[in-house]
T-cell receptor
Framework: AQSVTQLGSHVSVSEGALVLLRCNYS??????LFWYVQYPNQGLQLLLK??????LVKGINGFEAEFKKSETSFHLTKPSAHMSDAAEYFC??????????FGTGTSLTVIP | DGGITQSPKYLFRKEGQNVTLSCEQN?????MYWYRQDPGQGLRLIYY???????QKGDIAEGYSVSREKKESFPLTVTSAQKNPTAFYLC????????????FGEGSRLTVL
């Protein structure tokens, strides 16, 4: 069975500080991994995805994530937070031919 | 621009009423999905469809129904049998079933009065 755990339902950072959102997955085979962002009352937008081509994945808006098989992690980072980064972030996992499983989300607050 | 359109954005329903949420996509995707989002619970799969005239129950299908008469359209009906229908509903699509990434609509917020 697959599952996703996002540590920290709420994260606060100061504007300009490093953003680190944690995601750990369980999967019996190498998975496909995704990070989505959701602004209030809107749908989810893909930030980035890991499909086994490279362990460090760069996404939109300056975000990146690193796939670490030994740690079963896919943490999302951004070197310098911007006010516009305040949103809900979801990590998701999928194996070939199987459905997507989403984490419970992390709400990011950026403090001016 | 290609995308997914959900309507209505906000919907209020009295207990005992059925309501239908619309989802239309012009991405030429084969697969479409409905998810329910509740605070602190992430996204849960209600129904999905691989192709026209085919759909399958997801993890929380009870009290919901769908149809897929056209490739572009995948409406969701929330029936009176759904015990706790107040939620944010998200429609999504992908090029094929469980392939690539999901593309999402803007969502529909249903409130039962």
């Amino acid at each position: 069975a697959q599952s996703v755990t996002q540590l920290g339902s709420h994260v606060s950072v100061s504007e300009g500080a490093l953003v680190l959102l944690r995601c750990n997955y369980s999967s019996s085979v190498p998975p496909y991994l995704f990070w989505y962002v959701q602004y209030p009352n809107q749908g989810l937008q893909l930030l980035l995805k890991y499909t086994s081509a490279a362990t460090l994945v760069k996404g939109i808006n300056g975000f990146e994530a690193e796939f670490k098989k030994s740690e079963t992690s896919f943490h999302l980072t951004k070197p310098s937070a911007h006010m516009s980064d305040a949103a809900e972030y979801f990590c998701a996992v999928r194996n070939t031919g199987n459905q997507f499983y989403f984490g419970t989300g992390t709400s990011l607050t950026v403090i001016p | 621009d290609g995308g997914i359109t959900q309507s209505p954005k906000y919907l209020f329903r009295k207990e005992g009423q059925n309501v239908t949420l619309s989802c239309e996509q012009n991405l030429n995707h084969d697969a479409m999905y409905w998810y329910r989002q509740d605070p602190g619970q992430g996204l849960r799969l209600i129904y999905y469809s691989q192709i026209v005239n085919d759909f399958q129950k997801g993890d929380i299908a009870e009290g919901y129904s769908v149809s897929r008469e056209k490739k572009e359209s995948f409406p969701l009906t929330v029936t009176s049998a759904q015990k706790n229908p107040t939620a944010f509903y998200l429609c999504a699509s992908s090029i094929h079933l469980w392939t690539g990434e999901l593309f999402f609509g803007e969502g529909s917020r249903l409130t039962v009065l």
